[in-house]
């Protein structure tokens, strides 16, 4: 991925999506992936909705360390 990159989070809604947004391999880009999609399906309702359960909160919240976890395991900054 190029530095400069840009990956729109509207891309991160579907695996067709992002597999279009990064359509090259990586190490763990199934789960990568996967998390992001989580994250990106919880946003909208956690940003703009109602109060949101207590599970979707700390679902998502695990989800996002998970994906800190893989950069940060790859030397990636944040």
Do not use: W
Not at 6 to 14: G, V, W
Request: contains cysteine; charged residues 35%.
């Amino acid at each position: 991925l190029d530095l400069s990159a840009d990956i729109s989070h509207r891309k991160l809604r579907s695996k067709r999506l992002l597999e279009e947004a990064m359509p090259y391999d990586f190490p763990e880009k199934e789960t990568l992936c996967d998390l992001l999609i989580r994250i990106e399906t919880a946003r909208d309702g956690l940003c703009y909705g109602r109060l949101q359960d207590e599970a979707i909160v700390e679902n998502t919240l695990k989800a996002f360390g998970d994906v800190r976890a893989h950069f940060r395991a790859i030397g990636a900054h944040e």
